[in-house]
Structure formats: structure tokens, C-alpha cells
């Protein structure tokens, strides 16, 4: 829809006819010597003011009371010159792209706009609407309708940022204000250019605005200092006081970076005189200090630094101000412990002495308790620990989670009264506090807790105890029950019989395909709701459909559970008889016989059998139908369409008895071994049951001859499958299945090795977890199974025992929250091992489970109280340059040596001052002879554990030394194997774990060092050769393809080689695999192209280029003139007419230019034939669309508008041109027969400017040029 109104001859006729009619009914005088005043004619609008103030009647009492209310809707006309217009075809005004712009900007923006076309060609734009809605609209049509310019305006980059404003609001205020888009350079971009992009006028508007804000900033200054770090204390002050007092007395506003930000500039800012004197004054502070100062380092123990610093620094801030020296601190994460005075010289002393009595005035104590107890030292919301802390607020108390120890720190004596208050709190809670641990399975967690913690809740409530339950993600079944002695033994109790409970309760797992979730759930949940309303004591879940789980869980008492599983069980029934699904494979040429003529065969099965059923298309390569529906009805419908294959073809279908067990190793992987048979034998179809249908019948279907060769290497394949593939499964709890493996698979290798039979268990995304395969030989695998069956019935039998283990070694066992027991639970089939609790003497521990793996499990303890008993230390010397390489990524390396090792190995602390000797350059990395090489304390790694085993990881540790090894690589290559930032070589390090390095390109030398792991160097060195090698390669291949030819052609020929947006030259490139470059304007030598790449191909494509040209030089150009209005019909809607006579002549054919001296001139371009056919095809066009144009100027030559006084319209109107020129509409008294002033002229376009083109005026109606 255009926004463009439309005004036609015949609709003002009728207007002015209307206004006739109602003046003759309104009385007024027909007699034509009347003349109406200009006042009569067009009466004036009432004034502004109050209510009848003109015409007399008494204004309203609330009158005075109503203020004007400001319009909310504004409009807004501005003008678009014909040389700025994006879209100039005048023949289409109204339903071009102008239009459909206009419309996408006001659904965008909600703002109304109208269009008109004045008689330069120019474009009259008026939008109306709510002032941001119109501002908005304003900026996307002078962006889309009108050709846009652009301009760069320079101003002093730190004025930038006062262009762009707050969050860029100032920018986008001035961009919205001149309708153009101003983009500034990035901070890191040097330049200091805007670019505006817009109309001419937005641009000087945007300009102008620019340069005001750059004027204002011009007044103030900057001024960037770059003094030493370690002066900035000086300059800043104690407090930073002087800095304040220099910026009151100059009036300039002083930035010095905090101590924190490794800078040394310091930023003034404000006026220029101003800024001048701070510098001046900060200069002379800065050389004074520098001529002045000394320093002075000592060493304090890094613990010690944060009572020097003090709380926010205050403390440095004291000394400075107390002494006038600046004490300058090393990083808190640095290991260096060495501190810089710097100062005067006669003041370093008392700075010194104040620095170390900072140091000692703060002591560290670690007080013992019990780790259950820390939360009750801290009470309820830290109440205990508050009163002593705010007694002691010096006094800094610090509790680690699990730790059995609690941090206090502090002035010395306040220290010591908050640790003998401490001491009394935890003796009165020992007395008077108990706590117990629960085994309780991880599954009955939730159910103990209850819905929002309603259960567990009541019990703390009732007991007063607090009761704590692992998190799920903790995988622990210890619940903690800590208060009163009594309350915790009651809480005990009832806790374990809720768990008896919950025991009692029966659990059921059905599988259900989960694309039956949802249709048993129903919509809303409404069908799962009634079966939940059935059965309200069961608790049903359904798995999340992320999972892809096909588990749906029951959950309550056992009958319940029983019932609603049938129930469940036949709605699932009912699914899948529904949902029955048959494959069929139809030999592709009968497809259109079992479709029929108009589908008919097809849709007479569909009904018959009432099943669904789907064809492949025509272009696929399937020859499967799928029928789907109930069982009996889809091997109804499939017989039928079997029918109907036998009918039309010589197909034999025959069945073969083949073992359930033996399909999927017949199939093969992805279908390999079943596939090559049907290949093989002609494309028989050869189909195998579903699975878990436990049918034997294989069929095979196909021409009589090849079924026959088919079902006999069926057979053989089955036969030699039978000999090897015997299978059996088993069942066993998932817990149990760790301890059958055994530790590093010790177990069921014993098993393999007896019998030969193959153990499969079951993976963590197995949907059946109990579940066994053994395969094998049909003897080994009955065997394997008698075996494994023996060893599951022993699990099954729980027993209780107890063993005697030195309570010294209890802590091993318990810490880290019961680590190493929640392992032995694992690895043991899930035995429960209880120690005594912490205090007790006892040295008695019990465990609980299958007897097979409490035996292992007592034999597991033992072993690892003898490690303990017989653990011993080692010492390992090696640089300490090399230990971050030893650790690995995240200490994954060390991690590993332990696990593996059973050893324990610790690293010496860092020392930072032998960096500079660890710096010594070494010969491939090796570590030095011994004689050469004297450890110290910061190279020795200590590993414990037992003396065999710390051996084992010594030499393991000593293999990960690096070594480093030089490559011979040409200089010429390092940037290529360094890559695009740095990529290439990282990938190589990344692949091959090892550091590679390459020497700074000024030294050019030609070898490359590789540090790392020995084999890791040699695989990296192989690596770095094949790269070198496929380098070289490519050079050579770039050399081969650096073949340049440079072929001269006539710049008129350019164009048509490069074609319509390049399609011609891109195919030649493409078709040749080469490059072609065609010259720049400002070229010397406009007719050079130079083609470049293999020396064959470059010649291939000169001469298809050559080709091209021979074409282009036969053809010829000749000019034909037709008539301007018949132009717009040939060319046709968006030029689809022309486009297909030039395809239909193979010809080119050029229309001129609006405003060219030869409006009448078209260009027709070609081979001498065919432009002589189309420019005969284009006059007798010509002939046909003027015969057309005649009728229609003539009819409008009898529709010109009546005259108000001069009769009639129409042809009676042409009688009356004898009587002279018509006067036209006369009024009296009107403002320009006034004195000095002119009566407009009726014949001027600039007083009365028509509508449309100003082409043909003779020819052309007033109304605009019409559309043929």
C-alpha cells in the first residue's frame, strides 16, 4: 500500500461539480458578473482565545481555568534533490522501491509518511507522528532513500570521549538530531578522524556540532607525567594530604595510580595555567626526593608483611607520615620476603625500628578441637564468638573446615585471654555435648528429609540435636547427629527405623520406550493424574527427557506397586500394538504399481488393513515401505504388497531357520556382513526379525537363482558364527561388580585365563545394569558362568566381623570425611566398615557385608596399615628449574605417580634466589654430574610410602626431567611452522607435550630447540621434520604457481569479460584455477590483464579470454530512436520485457539517461543479425505502444476540468475557445491586490508546480505522465 495520494481528472471534476451543486442550493447568486471577496470565498479560521471572545457569547467559568495542550503529533516535510535520490524510475512513482521502503519504516516506526514528486524530479517527503517515532522515521528514509555522502572531521583524540558521551548517549543524540552516522575511532586506533555518513546538510549540521564540543574542550589541558613508582609516596603524601592541598592550591585535578597498578604516570587535568603550576610543583618534590632519598632492604618473614601493611595500608601511611620514608612492600602472591625503605638517611633508622615492631606486635596460636565442635565454639549465628570478639576486637579468630585446630591472632596478651576463653568453651561442651554417625544408603536421603525438610526438621525440633545429611554429590551414607547425649541416641534410633521403613517399601522399574512417555502422561498430565488418583499411595516417576532414559519408577507398598504396574503394563500393551511397525523392501519398479493409477491400489490396503503406510520418493534411493499400525493388520497389508510384486515379477520368498543369538554378529557392523551377501547375490532383500522378538526366521526374498546362492552363504556364515559365539548372561547386583573385576581387573582375569571365555560387563550408559555377558566357546562359557555364580552366591551371604587396628592409624581411615572408606566400600561390594569414634581407646572395627568381601576388605586394611607401619622417606635431588615441568598440567603428572605408586611425595619451597642460578644454561636439560651439581634445600623432593615403591616412583620421577634437543630448520621456514599468532607452533607443542622454541628473527639462525619429556622430544622432532618437509613442498607448489602472463585487450572489452556482477571472469577463474587481475582506474596502461598460476592453466585461460574477445570484436553497435513514451512499456515491470528480448536477439540493448540531449536515442548492441532483428522487433514494438499513447491523450483532451462559471466539461468545452481565455476563479479585495504587493502568476510552475514529469508538456496532462 503507498502512502502516495492519487488525484485524477475526473475525481476533481466531480469535486468541483459537487461544490456547484452546493452553492446553487445555498442561495448564492448565479448571475456571472458576481464576484465574491477574498473574505466570502475563504473565510478565516476562528483566533486563538478564550471561547466566544469574537462571537459575543459569555465565556465558560472554566474557560480561564483550560490551558492549550501541546500537539503530541508533529509533522515534519523536507526535500530530497533528483541527484541525491537512491531510486530514480519515474515510471513506477508510487509502486517502487521507494515505496515498499516507505512502508517497512512505517510498520518499523509507527510514524505516517507521504511521498510526492515535484517537477525537478525531486522528492517531497512529509512524516507525521509522535516527535521520537517521526525522528527515527526521519533518519531511515535520509539513509535509505537518499544517496549518502561522507566527511571526516579531525579533532584532538581526547576529545573523543566528550563526543560519545555517558554510555554513548550524547552520540546517539547527535546522530538521531542529524539524521547521520558518526563512527569514531577505537581508543587503541590512532587516528584522531571522524567519519560522518549521511545527507550533505546532516553532514555540515553533525560537522558543525562536533567542532563546538572539541571548542569547549580546547579550553582545558592534560598532562601526563611519567615519574618512578617508588617516588609517588612522596608526591601523594601521608593520607595523600599534600596531593590534596597541591590540588586546592593550583585548582588542578592531580590522578597518581594507586599502589596496586604497576604505572608510573600521573595524570593533571584542568585549566592550562593551572595544570602548569601542579606540574611544576610535582617536578620539583619528585627531583628533590630523587637527590635526597636513599634506601635501605631487609628481610621479614612473609607472614609478617600484613601487620606492616596494615588494615587498608594505614600502617605504611603511619611510618611515612611519622618519619617521611616510604616502606615498599614485594606482591603478597610473590615469594619474595625482602622490604625497601626509602627515605632520607638520618630518618631509615626510627623507620626501620617502627617497621619491626609492627612485625613482632602480633603472635599466631593454634588451639585443638574437635571439628564437629567448631559450629558450636561459633553458636547460633556466632553468638560465643561474637562476645569474645568484641572483648578482644584486636584478636582475629580463625576456624578450617575440617581441620581439627583453631588459627587466633592478635596483640600477645589479648591473644592469650581469647585462648583461654576459647579452651573453656570447648572443655564445657565436651562435657556436655555427644555426636554420633549413621550408615544410611544415599537413596533414603531425600525420604529422611522430607517434603521442604519437614521430617528432619521435626526430629531437631524434638530432640534438640542438629542432624546432618551428605549432599548428593558427596556420594556418602554417613549422617552426623551431634547435641545432647540423650537427644542423640533418640534421634539415632528413630532415623533407623525410618530407614527399616523405607526398606519395606518395594521399588519397580518398567521400561518404557520413552516416545511413550508423553501419551501416557497425556496432555496437561491429565491421564497420568487419573492412574496417580488410582493409585494414590504409588509414587510414579518419569524420567527427564534429556536422559533418553526408558526407566519409569514405582515407588510404595508392595500390593499397590503390583497393581499399578499391570495397569501401566496394559496401556503400554495397547501403545504397542498400535504402534507395530513392518519394513517391506519392494523392488523400486513395482513402487508405482502398489501406489496405483491416482493412488487407488494404495488407498484401497490403507482402508482395507487399516494401517499407515509410507513410500519413499521418487528420488530416493530406499526401496523400504514402512506399515504401521496393529501387528495383525500390518502383515496383512505386507502380504497384499508382496501379492502384487510376485504378480509382476519372477520373486521367490523362502525363510531360514537361523539361532536369535547369532542375527546381530550375521549383520555385522552397521549392517556390513548382511549387505555384502545381498550384493553379492543379485540385490536380494534379506530380513531379519525385530530384535527381542525371539524368532529364528530369516527371510529372503529376490529372483529364484539368487535366493538359492544367498540362503547358502547365509547358512555357511551362521555355521562358523555357531563354532565361536556361544552366549550366556547373568545377573548381579552393580555393586558387586568392582569386586568381581578385582583390583586392576585381577579377578575376572583369573576367570578369562581358567576358562577362555570373554566377561562383558555392563557400561555406565546400559540401561540393564545387573546384567553379565559371557561369550565364548559353548564349554568355556558354561564353566566361566558356574564360576561367576559361585562367587555372586557368596556376595549375597552378609555377614559381620571385626578386626583390631591401632588406634594411632584411625585417622587415616576417617579423614578427609571418610575418604579411604568410602573407597573400600567401592571397591568391595559396598562392605560398610565402622571405626570407634574419635576419643575412644577402643581399637575393635567392624564391617558389614558379603563374606568374600569383608575378607577382602580385612585383607585391603591390613595392607594398608603395613604400608603405614613400614612407610619410609626418599629423597630425590633434582633442579629446581624442572619441577613445574615434573608436576604437569595442574600437578596432573605427580597425581598420577602417586595413584600408581601408592606414595606420597612432597615439594620443597620455592627459592627465589637461586633463580639466577637455575638460569645456567645446561646441555640438552640434563642434570649435572654429581660432582658438579651440589643440592640444596630447594631442590630435594621427599617421597613416602614403603621402600620398593618409593624407589619405583623415584625412577619415575627422574624420567620426567626435561631434556631439550636442537632441530636443524631453515630461518626461511620459522615464521610458516610459527603460524598465524602464534597458532602453528602451539599446535605442535599441545600435540607432542613439549616446549618448542624459536630463536628472535634478528638472529636468523636456522635451528629450533625442543624441550620436553625424552620421547616426547623425539616424536616432536619427527613432527617438526614432516612439517618442514610439506613446507617445502608448498614453496615449490607456489613457485610452480606464481606463472604470470600479461595479455593486452581493449578497455571497452573489460566490462562484457568480467560480465553481469563478474559471473564470466569468476568462471573462467574457477574453470582454469587461476587469478586474473584487471587494471585500477588511475593505471597508466588500461588495456593490460595479467593472469596468474600453473604455466598450463595461464594459458588456457589467456586463450579463453582471447576467445571471448574474437566474439566481441565481431559485433557491432547501432543507435535507433524511439519515441521517450513508448520507453517505459519495452523495458516492462523492473525490466523483465527487455531482459527477455535481449536473451531472445543475444543482443544488448542501452535505454539514455533521464535528462540526456537525446531523450529518443536507444543503443542496440550485438552480432550484425541479430541486432538487426531486434531493432526491427523494437520498432514494430515502438508502432504498436504510440497507437496506444494517441488514443489516450486524445481521450484526455476531452476531460479536462470544468469551469465554474464556463460550462459544462467535455467536448462542449472546446466551443468556447473563441470567447477568449477563461478568466479563471476571481475573488475581490484579496491580499495581493493590495498595495505593493503581486497577484501570483497562473502560468508560472513555480507558483503553481504540476504534479509529475515536465518531458513532454505538449503531450503530457497536467495530472503527471499517465501509465500504458
Same mark, same amino acid.
Given at each position: 500500500m503507498s502512502s502516495v495520494a492519487v488525484l485524477t481528472p475526473e475525481s476533481f471534476a466531480e469535486h468541483r461539480s459537487g461544490l456547484k451543486d452546493q452553492e446553487i442550493t445555498g442561495c448564492v447568486p448565479e448571475d456571472e458578473a458576481y464576484i465574491p471577496t477574498y473574505l466570502e470565498a475563504f473565510p478565516p479560521l476562528p483566533e486563538k482565545g478564550a471561547p466566544g471572545e469574537k462571537t459575543g457569547e459569555p465565556a465558560s467559568a472554566w474557560g480561564s481555568k483550560i490551558r492549550p495542550i501541546k500537539a503530541s503529533v508533529i509533522t515534519q516535510v523536507f526535500h530530497v534533490p533528483l541527484e541525491e535520490r537512491r531510486y530514480k524510475d519515474n515510471s513506477q512513482f508510487g509502486e517502487g522501491e521507494e515505496a515498499k521502503v516507505c512502508l517497512d519504516i512505517m510498520q518499523r516506526t509507527g510514524a505516517h509518511i507521504e511521498l510526492s514528486l515535484a517537477k525537478d524530479q525531486g522528492l517531497s517527503i512529509m512524516v507525521t507522528g509522535k516527535l521520537d517515532s517521526v525522528m527515527k522515521a526521519r533518519k531511515e528514509i535520509v539513509a535509505r532513500l537518499q544517496t549518502q555522502a561522507s566527511a571526516? !572531521?579531525?579533532?584532538? =583524540?581526547?576529545? /573523543?570521549?566528550?563526543? @560519545? #558521551?555517558?554510555? &554513548?548517549?550524547? %552520540? $546517539? *543524540?547527535?546522530?538521531?538530531?542529524?539524521?547521520?552516522?558518526?563512527?569514531?575511532?577505537?581508543?587503541?586506533?590512532?587516528?584522531?578522524?571522524?567519519?560522518?555518513?549521511?545527507?550533505?546538510?546532516?553532514?555540515?549540521?553533525?560537522?558543525?556540532?562536533?567542532?563546538?564540543?572539541?571548542?569547549?574542550?580546547?579550553?582545558?589541558?592534560?598532562?601526563?607525567?611519567?615519574?618512578?613508582?617508588?617516588?609517588?609516596?612522596?608526591?601523594?603524601?601521608?593520607?595523600?594530604?599534600?596531593?590534596?592541598?597541591?590540588?586546592?592550591?593550583?585548582?588542578?585535578?592531580?590522578?597518581?595510580?594507586?599502589?596496586?597498578?604497576?604505572?608510573?604516570?600521573?595524570?593533571?587535568?584542568?585549566?592550562?595555567?593551572?595544570?602548569?603550576?601542579?606540574?611544576?610543583?610535582?617536578?620539583?618534590?619528585?627531583?628533590?626526593?630523587?637527590?635526597?632519598?636513599?634506601?635501605?632492604? !631487609?628481610?621479614?618473614? =612473609?607472614?609478617? /608483611?600484613?601487620?606492616? @601493611? #596494615?588494615?587498608? &595500608?594505614?600502617? %605504611? $601511611? *603511619?611510618?611515612?607520615?611519622?618519619?617521611?620514608?616510604?616502606?615498599?612492600?614485594?606482591?603478597?602472591?610473590?615469594?619474595?620476603?625482602?622490604?625497601?625503605?626509602?627515605?632520607?638517611?638520618?630518618?631509615?633508622?626510627?623507620?626501620?625500628?617502627?617497621?619491626?615492631?609492627?612485625?613482632?606486635?602480633?603472635?599466631?596460636?593454634?588451639?585443638s578441637a574437635p571439628a564437629w565442635l567448631h559450629r558450636f565454639i561459633i553458636g547460633k549465628k556466632g553468638q560465643n564468638i561474637g562476645r569474645i570478639t568484641q572483648q578482644l576486637p584486636r584478636v582475629h579468630i580463625e576456624f578450617t573446615d575440617g581441620e581439627e585446630r583453631i588459627s587466633l591472632e592478635g596483640p600477645t596478651e589479648e591473644v592469650e585471654q581469647a585462648q583461654t576463653q576459647i579452651q573453656e568453651i570447648i572443655k564445657d561442651l565436651l562435657v556436655r555435648m555427644d555426636y554420633t554417625e549413621v550408615n544410611i544408603d544415599q537413596r533414603f536421603h531425600r525420604h529422611l528429609i522430607g517434603k521442604n525438610g519437614a521430617n528432619i526438621n521435626r526430629i531437631k525440633e524434638q530432640y534438640k540435636v542438629s542432624v546432618r545429611i551428605p549432599q548428593d554429590s558427596e556420594r556418602s551414607n554417613l549422617v552426623r547427629i551431634e547435641g545432647d547425649p540423650k537427644g542423640v541416641q533418640m534421634a539415632r534410633r528413630e532415623l533407623i527405623e525410618m530407614v527399616q521403613r523405607m526398606e519395606n517399601e518395594r521399588t519397580k522399574d518398567l521400561i518404557v520406550e520413552q516416545k511413550f512417555h508423553r501419551t501416557i502422561i497425556g496432555q496437561k498430565g491429565e491421564k497420568i493424574k487419573e492412574v496417580r488418583d488410582k493409585f494414590p499411595e504409588v509414587i510414579i516417576t518419569f524420567p527427564d527427557p534429556s536422559q533418553k532414559s526408558d526407566i519409569v519408577q514405582l515407588r510404595g507398598p508392595k500390593n499397590e506397586v503390583e497393581k499399578c504396574a499391570k495397569f501401566l503394563q496394559k496401556i503400554i500393551a495397547d501403545l504397542i500394538e498400535n504402534s507395530f511397525s513392518l519394513s517391506v523392501p519392494i523392488f523400486k519398479q513395482f513402487h508405482k504399481n502398489i501406489i496405483g493409477k491416482g493412488g487407488a491400489n494404495i488407498k484401497k490396503i490403507r482402508e482395507e488393513t487399516n494401517t499407515k503406510i509410507d513410500l519413499p520418493t521418487e528420488n530416493s534411493n530406499s526401496e523400504t515401505i514402512v506399515i504401521t499400525g496393529k501387528k495383525n493388520n500390518c502383515e496383512a497389508a505386507r502380504d497384499r504388497i508382496l501379492a502384487i510384486q510376485r504378480d509382476l515379477a519372477n520373486i521367490k520368498e523362502t525363510e531360514v531357520a537361523i539361532p536369535a543369538k547369532l542375527h546381530n554378529s550375521l549383520i555385522g557392523s552397521k549392517g556390513c556382513l548382511v549387505r555384502s551377501i545381498m550384493e553379492d547375490c543379485g540385490g536380494v532383500h534379506i530380513h531379519f526379525p525385530s530384535e527381542g522378538s525371539g524368532s529364528d526366521k530369516v527371510t529372503i526374498r529376490g529372483p529364484a537363482g539368487e535366493v538359492e546362492k544367498a540362503k547358502k552363504q547365509l547358512l555357511q556364515l551362521a555355521e562358523e558364527k555357531q563354532v565361536n559365539n556361544f552366549t550366556v548372561e547373568l545377573q548381579a547386583k552393580p555393586e558387586y561388580h568392582k569386586f568381581l573385576i578385582g583390583r586392576g581387573g585381577a579377578n575376572i582375569r583369573r576367570v578369562r585365563d581358567r576358562t577362555g571365555a570373554r566377561i562383558i560387563f555392563p557400561s555406565p550408559d546400559d540401561t540393564e545394569q545387573e546384567l553379565i555377558t559371557i561369550v565364548g566357546k559353548e564349554e568355556a562359557v558354561r564353566q566361566a558362568q558356574k564360576e561367576l555364580e559361585i562367587l555372586v552366591k557368596n556376595l549375597d551371604d552378609v555377614v559381620e566381623d571385626s578386626m583390631e587396628v591401632d588406634v594411632r592409624h584411625h585417622r587415616h581411615f576417617v579423614c578427609r570425611r571418610g575418604q579411604v572408606l568410602r573407597e573400600l566400600a567401592e571397591e568391595y561390594g559396598g562392605v560398610a566398615v565402622s571405626f570407634p569414634r574419635t576419643g575412644s581407646s577402643s581399637q575393635r572395627v567392624t564391617l558389614k557385608g558379603a563374606k568374600d568381601c569383608v575378607e577382602a576388605a580385612k585383607k585391603r586394611i591390613q595392607e594398608i596399615i603395613g604400608d603405614l607401619e613400614s612407610q619410609v622417606s626418599v629423597e630425590v635431588a633434582i633442579p629446581q628449574r624442572h619441577h613445574r615441568a615434573i608436576m604437569g598440567p595442574k600437578g596432573s603428572r605427580i597425581q598420577h605417580i602417586t595413584r600408581e605408586h601408592e606414595v606420597q611425595i612432597k615439594f620443597p619451597e620455592r627459592d627465589d634466589s637461586a633463580a639466577g642460578q637455575d638460569a645456567l644454561p645446561q646441555e640438552n636439560g640434563d642434570v649435572s654430574p654429581e660432582a658438579d651439581f651440589v643440592p640444596r634445600k630447594c631442590d630435594i623432593i621427599t617421597i613416602s610410602g614403603r621402600a620398593e615403591k618409593c624407589e619405583l616412583a623415584r625412577a619415575a620421577l627422574l624420567a620426567l626431567v626435561p631434556i631439550t634437543e636442537d632441530v636443524e630448520v631453515s630461518y626461511d621456514l620459522h615464521r610458516y611452522i610459527i603460524g598465524q599468532k602464534g597458532s602453528g607452533i602451539r599446535k605442535l607443542m599441545e600435540e607432542y607435550e613439549v616446549n618448542i622454541w624459536v630463536p628472535q628473527p634478528e638472529k636468523q639462525l636456522d635451528v629450533i630447540k625442543v624441550t620436553g619429556l625424552a620421547a616426547n622430544v623425539e616424536r616432536a622432532k619427527l613432527g617438526l621434520l614432516e612439517r618442514v618437509k610439506d613446507l617445502q613442498a608448498e614453496q615449490e607448489d607456489r613457485a610452480l604457481r606464481s606463472f604470470k602472463v600479461t595479455m593486452s585487450v581493449d578497455p571497452k572489452f573489460h566490462p562484457k569479460i568480467i560480465g553481469r556482477k563478474g559471473a564470466v571472469i569468476s568462471q573462467i577463474r574457477k574453470d582454469h584455477d587461476v587469478s586474473i587481475q584487471f587494471p585500477d582506474k588511475g593505471d597508466e596502461q588500461q588495456d593490460l590483464i595479467v593472469i596468474c598460476g600453473y604455466e598450463r592453466n595461464v594459458e588456457e585461460a589467456r586463450q579463453a579470454i582471447q576467445q571471448l574477445v574474437s566474439e566481441l570484436q565481431e559485433m557491432v553497435s547501432q543507435d535507433v530512436h524511439l519515441d521517450p513514451r513508448t520507453h517505459a512499456r519495452i523495458i516492462g515491470a523492473r525490466g523483465k520485457a527487455i531482459r527477455k528480448l535481449m536473451e531472445e536477439f543475444k543482443v544488448d540493448i542501452r535505454f539514455p539517461q533521464p535528462g540526456s540531449d537525446e531523450p529518443d536515442k536507444v543503443t542496440v548492441t550485438g552480432l550484425p543479425d541479430t541486432v538487426d532483428a531486434a531493432i526491427d522487433h523494437l520498432l514494430n514494438l515502438e508502432e504498436d505502444y504510440l497507437l496506444s499513447v494517441t488514443e489516450t491523450e486524445t481521450l484526455a483532451a476531452y476531460m479536462k476540468p470544468p469551469s465554474r462559471y464556463g460550462g459544462g466539461g467535455g467536448a462542449g468545452g472546446l466551443d468556447d475557445s473563441s470567447g477568449g481565455p477563461a478568466k479563471g476563479f476571481v475573488v475581490r479585495d484579496a491580499p495581493w491586490n493590495a498595495a505593493g504587493n503581486k497577484a501570483p502568476d497562473m502560468s508560472s510552475a513555480e507558483d503553481f508546480p504540476t504534479f509529475g514529469t515536465g518531458v513532454a508538456p505538449k503531450q503530457t496532462s497536467a495530472w503527471g505522465p499517465k501509465k500504458f
Open positions: 571526516t !572531521v579531525a579533532i584532538p =583524540k581526547e576529545h /573523543h570521549r566528550f563526543v @560519545i #558521551g555517558k554510555n &554513548g548517549e550524547k %552520540l $546517539q *543524540e547527535l546522530e538521531l538530531k542529524t539524521a547521520t552516522k558518526i563512527a569514531i575511532p577505537r581508543p587503541d586506533d590512532p587516528s584522531a578522524n571522524i567519519r560522518i555518513t549521511g545527507t550533505k546538510e546532516g553532514i555540515e549540521k553533525a560537522r558543525h556540532e562536533i567542532l563546538l564540543i572539541s571548542a569547549e574542550q580546547d579550553k582545558r589541558a592534560v598532562e601526563r607525567l611519567s615519574l618512578e613508582k617508588a617516588f609517588h609516596p612522596f608526591i601523594a603524601g601521608a593520607h595523600n594530604r599534600l596531593v590534596q592541598e597541591l590540588s586546592q592550591e593550583t585548582g588542578a585535578r592531580i590522578s597518581i595510580p594507586p599502589p596496586s597498578l604497576p604505572k608510573d604516570e600521573i595524570v593533571i587535568t584542568g585549566e592550562k595555567e593551572a595544570v602548569a603550576l601542579a606540574v611544576n610543583r610535582i617536578r620539583a618534590i619528585y627531583e628533590d626526593k630523587k637527590r635526597k632519598t636513599t634506601t635501605i632492604s !631487609v628481610e621479614v618473614k =612473609k607472614s609478617q /608483611h600484613k601487620y606492616i @601493611i #596494615g588494615p587498608k &595500608g594505614n600502617t %605504611l $601511611q *603511619e611510618i611515612l607520615e611519622a618519619t617521611g620514608v616510604s616502606v615498599e612492600m614485594p606482591p603478597l602472591d610473590s615469594a619474595s620476603e625482602t622490604i625497601i625503605l626509602r627515605g632520607e638517611p638520618d630518618k631509615l633508622g626510627p623507620a626501620l625500628t617502627q617497621v619491626y615492631a609492627k612485625a613482632k606486635s602480633v603472635m599466631v596460636v593454634e588451639v
